[in-house]
């Protein structure tokens, strides 16, 4: 598997729309790059969440061996393939990986430094997504829920949209239609199409949460795997991602 596209919801000028990214490379080599991505765009606040949840809202990991010179995976290819896009996007101004080994999760490493990953809540297919609540670390603040899924089921659970340079709108009847229509399309290809999307008001008692319960028991919000969707609701959507299987 391979993230084949990225789209985003971005500004040009007084424009604002979505605009579709061909992305590089055929297998779990993380090489290659995000045509027509400018470093501009790519350090707005909107890209650098997208790339913070295909990196914590993830489970696999990507490992390179010596003796053969491949890129191999562990956990999920679809999740594997979003690992490897995070090293295809890079982080602006940051070295690239000393060696093929670095490579394979250089960048990976870097977005999740500044988190901490507190609870997943695992993908079910009655929601069709899964999310994971990360700690901002040594910085303050609130926690931030990371979510993935099939844009189907995620959208309608967006209150908001993140634009690339970092703006957040509201979503409206016109821009859900834009998606929808844009997703429909990747999967005539056909593409597999995961939505990206992050909540970081409105967490209840989970914005603060610690992950540590002197009674040892988890928020009520995530004790309860039917509870969950309620939890991934007013999202803000930040883009679509098209995977393929070459």
Known sequence: MVVASLVLPQRDGRAVHLREYEVEGVSYEPRGQVRGLTKATLGGGGVRRLAECAALCNDAELSHDSASGQYTRVGEPTE????VLVEKLGVPDAPPPPDAAAAADHYGKLRCAS???LVTLEFSRTRKSMSA???PVGRGGSNVLFVKGAPESVLPRCSHLQLADGAV????????????????????????????????????ALAKWDGVAADGKCPAAINNPSKFVD???GLTFTGLVGIKDP
């Not at 821009?175 to 909540?199: G, S, V």
């Open 169 to 204: 709108v509201r979503m409206n009847e016109a821009w859900a239609r834009r998606i929808r229509e844009t997703f429909t399309e990747m999967a005539r290809r056909p593409l597999r199409c995961l939505a990206l999307a992050t909540k970081e008001r409105g967490l209840g």
């Open 115 to 117: 988190w901490e990953k």
């Open 231 to 233: 939890v991934e609701r």
């Open 133 to 135: 609540l990360c700690k």
């Open 80 to 83: 594997a393939a979003l690992k």
